[in-house]
C-alpha cells in the first residue's frame, strides 16, 4: 500500500539541531513520538543558513560553523540530518548570523562581537579550517551580512561605540584589512540588526534597533531614505526582488510589506499591509 504523506520541518534556534517527522493522519499527541535529534552533534545553534543549489545547510554556535545535509536515510535509524563538515571560530566567540555567497562557492559569518569570517565552502571535510578573511566590522555587537551580488563585497549591520559610529558598513574582502571598508554610514544610533541587498535599485536595505528601516544607495553611496517602520526592533526583513516588495518583522511579531520603488520619489515609503489589518 502506497505511503502515508508526510511533512519534514526544521528547526535551531536556541535549540538542538532538530528535525521533527510530521504524519498528518497520526493525532498531534503522537507527533512528539516521532521527533528526532541530528546524530553527531550537541550544537547549540544561533542562526541558520541553506545553501542556495545543494541540499545542505549552516548551523552556528558557540565557536563553531556546522555544515548539515538535509535528511537522508540510515539503515534502522531512519531519516536523519548528517554532519558534513565544521567550520572554527577563530575567536570562540558566537555565530549571530550566516549567509552564502549568490553561487555557494563560499559563505560568511558575522560574529556576536563584530567579526566578519569568511570560507571557502567544503561540504565534506575531515579537518576543522579556519576562515581565510577575517575583519573587524563592528566594535560593540555584530548582528546580520549579506553578499552584495558577488562573493567578495560583503555588508554588514551591527553597533559600534559612539553615536555617529558606522551601523552599515559595505567591505571588499579582496583588499587589505586596512582597505577593505569601501563605504559605511550611521543609518542607526542603537545598532543595525539586519541588512539585505536589493540588486534592482543597486541599494541596501537595513533595520535598527529602534524599529527604523533604512535604504542605502550603492551608487551614489548615500542614505537616500530612513523612516519608523516598527515600534520595537526591526529583526527581520525579505525581499522579492521581482517585484521590489519588502517584508519587514519587529521583536513584537509586527510584520509589515514595504513597496521599495516609491522610496525614489519620496523620503520614505508607505506601508503596503501589516498584521495590524488582520
Known amino acids: 500500500s502506497a505511503r502515508p504523506a508526510t511533512q519534514w520541518t ?7 539541531n532538530a528535525a521533527a517527522l510530521r504524519n498528518p493522519l497520526l493525532p498531534a499527541s503522537a507527533a512528539a513520538d516521532d521527533t528526532q535529534l541530528s546524530s553527531g552533534s550537541d550544537l547549540t545553534a544561533c542562526c541558520l543558513c541553506s545553501h542556495p ?8 554556535g558557540d565557536g563553531i560553523v556546522q555544515c548539515w545535509q538535509f535528511g537522508h536515510s540510515i539503515q534502522g535509524r531512519g531519516l536523519q540530518d548528517h ?5 572554527r571560530l577563530p575567536s570562540g566567540g558566537r555565530a549571530a548570523e550566516l549567509k552564502f555567497s549568490p553561487c555557494g562557492e563560499q559563505f560568511g559569518c558575522i ?20 576562515p581565510f578573511c577575517r575583519l573587524q566590522c563592528h566594535g560593540k555587537r555584530g548582528a546580520d551580512l549579506c553578499f552584495v551580488g558577488t562573493s567578495v563585497v560583503v555588508a554588514t549591520v551591527g553597533l559600534s561605540a559612539g553615536v555617529a ?28 540588526c539586519c541588512v539585505l541587498h536589493s540588486p534592482s535599485d543597486m541599494s541596501l536595505v537595513s533595520g535598527g534597533q529602534k524599529g527604523e528601516m533604512a535604504i542605502f544607495d550603492l551608487r551614489q553611496q548615500r542614505q537616500r531614505a530612513q523612516w519608523s517602520a516598527h515600534s520595537l526592533a526591526t529583526r527581520s526583513l525579505a525581499l522579492d526582488a521581482s517585484t521590489g516588495l519588502c517584508f519587514s ?11 521599495l520603488a516609491c522610496s525614489r520619489a519620496a523620503d520614505a515609503p508607505g506601508p503596503c499591509g501589516s498584521t495590524d489589518d488582520l
Open 111 to 130: 560574529e556576536a562581537a563584530g567579526s566578519l569570517c569568511l570560507w571557502r565552502f567544503q561540504s565534506g571535510t575531515d579537518s576543522i579550517p579556519l
Open 249 to 259: 518583522a519587529s521583536s513584537d511579531g509586527d510584520i509589515k510589506l514595504w513597496d
Open 53 to 60: 543549489k545543494l541540499p545542505l545547510y549552516l548551523a552556528g
Open 10 to 16: 526544521t528547526w535551531g534556534d536556541g535549540l538542538r
Open 165 to 192: 559610529a558606522p551601523s552599515l558598513c559595505l567591505w571588499d574582502v579582496l583588499l587589505p584589512p586596512s582597505q577593505a571598508l569601501i563605504t559605511s554610514c550611521a543609518a542607526h544610533s542603537e545598532g543595525g
Open 83 to 87: 554532519l558534513r563538515a565544521q567550520y
